[in-house]
Structures are given as C-alpha cells and as structure tokens.
C-alpha cells in the first residue's frame, strides 16, 4: 500500500496550487497529486484563446506552475490516472490500476464537467464540449478542415469560441442561443441587444429563440436541428450549454450536494481533514452572505493555495472572495467582478457602449452585487471589488449558486 501525507484528487490549477500551498508550510509531508488529463495543471480559462486564436500557444505556456516544480518539490505527480473509491472512514482512495493510497488528508478539486444535452446524436463525431486541452487541440484540427461550425450557447464559453473562430476566414460560424439575446443573465436587456448585434457584425450568424432539437449524422455530424423545426448542414458542433460539478466519487457521502460539496471558511469539509476547492467547492460568502460555488480558474487558484497551506496546521487562513473572471470578445476586454447567480434588477451604466468603453453596476433591488468592466484600466477591477466589499447590504441575502 501507498502511504501518504497529503491526497489531492485533481490536477487542474486548483490541485496544484493546493501543492504549492502546503510546500509553503510543510517541506517534508508526502504528496501525491492526482488527475486524469495527460498534461501538467494549466490554466483552462486561457485555452481558447491560447489554441483557437490567431497566435498559437504551447501547452508548457500555460501550465500554472513551472514544468520541473514538481520534482524539485517532491509531489508525486501521478497524470493519466483515475481514481475509483475513497474511503472516508479508513483514509484509503484507490486508483484505477488498482494501487490503494492511505492518506492523512485530502482535498478534493475534481472540476466540472460540460452539461450534455439529452438529445439525439449527442456523441457524434466532431460534436465538441470544451473542457479540456485535449478537447480544444482536437478542435483546432478539425475546424481546420471543415467549412461550417455551430456553436450551441450564449454564455462566456460559447460567445469567446464563436469569436475566436469567426477571425477564421474560411469558417461560416453560426452562434445558436434560446434567448433572444446573449448573456441575459449578466447584462441588462439594452448591453445584451448591442453585444448580440456586435457579434452579428463580424460575420458571426446568430440564431436567436432557438433551441436544439438534436444532430443528424451517421457517425459524423452532417446536419443540426432546432425545436422549431429548422435544418441545416454543418460540419462541427460545440456545445456549450454549462457545467455541473464532478461529484462522483463521492456521490452518496456527507461530501456530496446537488450544487457541490459544502464547506466551510477554512474550505474543510465536515469531514475532519477533507477540504475541497475550485468547481465543486460549495462555500459561505462574507460579502454576500448565504453559500456559492464558483466555476473558474481565478476562484480555484486562490481556494488553493489557502486549503493547502491550512491543510498543514501551520496556517489557519479564511477564505474571503468577491468572484471575479475576464472574457474577450473581438477587441472587447470584460471583466466580471461579483455575484451574477441573479440577472439584476435595475444596472447602471457610466461610459459608452457605442465606444466600447463602459461600467455596468448590476443591483438587485438596492443592492450592488455585480460590476462589468468593458475595455477598463485593470487596477478598475480592484476598485470594482473595494465598491461591493463596502457596499451596505444589510441583512444577508439567502444562500443562492454562482
């Protein structure tokens, strides 16, 4: 059996700055870090553009940590692999190969993975859900050889992808959303229209009201359909409809909620020397009150390095975190500080929209809870974080999912 001191089950950014923070603390304690991709932990919010843009990246560029810190800092980096069972009660987790590991303590940042929508010709060949870096070198290729892509969603994901691929002159790039326009959720209904119709003037089709009935193909896509009964050829799909946390290994466990695994400002679990971080961590807010879970790279990053450095006892830290990730779009920079689990009720707007160049304050009822920066001096970012830390809320808001 392998013995180690520390467990990390999943090696995205999160995993790995879990790593770095306990080394902090803990120059001597076994680690054994633990994932199923076949690179080195990355930062997934750069792949898109990293691949699909005009200027290529490598995959070392974008690893979050440098390639040998790993040796040098003894982490028993263990790539390609799975794990199968955790056991809570005896501290043993074993691996696919069927290796058992006994641990001291773990922390979980398993990620998300791509929601699948239930219809037909879902798995077919050259429909893509974007979670990987194999996912996305797998989609430079074959966007290279077809003509027509359909991207199925409106949010970041979809919205960064469709304009990274409309800069390709010989893609016909169709962006397909239920809504009437793209990124309700965040946007008040007049910044939705205009970037809808920002989108549309740079080549890209959209397919507003629709929704996806099904892909039509044998083993390859040939066609897509939507509810209301259109039809048309194409050659690669993407889907990119959200995500939900990857709870697997610990379904049926005190570890494991509908919306992520709850803990608490120390990011442990209830589960004595269990923490949990990134995707699936289901934390409580001090600037917003009730308990969110955050999917990105930024929110990962910084729970990781804290779990890690209070996983070794020398360090007692709390987490407090105003939510925040960036986006490109063409030649617009947004930048999402807050919470935007609601769309607001009434947004403020200072700057112009016609010069690509404005703040929207997002209020539910009186209370700011968001802030977009479009095409902003990046020390705006902490301004917009400094104006919600100190905004009066009064009574907490209830729990609610980011």
Not at 87 to 115: D, H, P, T, Y
Not at 219 to 229: E, F, H, I, R
Not at 376 to 392: C, M, Y
Request: hydrophobic share 40%.
């Amino acid at each position: 059996m392998i013995r180690r001191d520390y467990l990390v089950v999943g090696a995205g950014v999160g995993g790995a700055k879990v790593c770095e923070g306990i080394r902090e603390y803990d120059k001597k304690g076994s680690i054994m870090l633990v994932g199923n991709e076949s690179a080195r932990p990355y930062y997934r919010s750069q792949l898109f553009k990293g691949f699909l843009g005009k200027t290529a990246t490598t995959a070392e560029k974008l690893q979050c940590l440098p390639g040998d810190w790993y040796e040098k800092n003894d982490v028993d980096l263990r790539l390609d692999t799975l794990l199968t069972q955790f056991n809570l009660e005896r501290r043993i987790a074993v691996l696919a190969n069927g290796q058992a590991v006994e641990f001291r303590k773990a922390c979980l940042s398993m990620g998300s993975r791509s929601k699948r929508p239930q219809v037909a010709g879902a798995n077919l060949g050259n429909v893509f859900y974007l979670r990987s870096m194999r996912d996305v070198m797998a989609l430079r290729e074959v966007s290279a050889l077809e003509r027509h892509v359909v991207i199925v969603g409106g949010g970041c994901i979809g919205v960064e992808t469709a304009a990274l691929l409309a800069q390709n002159s010989k893609l016909n790039v169709t962006l397909m959303h239920r809504g009437q326009h793209v990124w309700r959720r965040w946007l008040d209904p007049e910044t939705a229209a205009w970037l809808t119709e920002y989108l549309g003037s740079h080549g890209i089709k959209m397919l507003m009201g629709e929704t996806l009935n099904g892909f039509e193909g044998r083993t390859v896509l040939k066609n897509v359909q939507t509810k209301s009964g259109q039809r048309f050829g194409a050659g690669l799909a993407i889907v990119a409809v959200g995500t939900e946390p990857n709870l697997g290994l610990v379904a049926n466990t005190p570890l494991s909620y509908p919306n992520g695994a709850p803990v608490n400002e120390f990011l442990e679990t209830d589960e004595k020397g269990i923490f949990a971080v990134g995707d699936i961590a289901l934390y409580p807010s001090k600037v917003f009150g009730g308990v969110r879970r955050t999917d990105n790279g930024d929110c990962a990053e910084v729970q990781g390095k804290i779990a890690g450095g209070n996983m070794t006892g020398k360090k007692r830290t709390k987490f407090d975190y105003v939510p925040q990730w960036s986006s490109s779009v063409f030649d617009l920079q947004f930048n999402f500080v807050g919470d935007f689990s609601k769309p607001p009720t009434r947004v403020e707007i200072e700057g112009d929209r016609a010069k690509k160049k404005f703040i929207l304050r997002c209020f539910q009822l009186n209370a700011l809870m968001g802030v977009i920066l479009c095409n902003q001096a990046p020390e705006k970012v902490a301004t917009a974080e400094a104006q919600l830390r100190e905004w009066p809320r009064g009574k907490k808001a209830a729990s609610a999912e980011a």
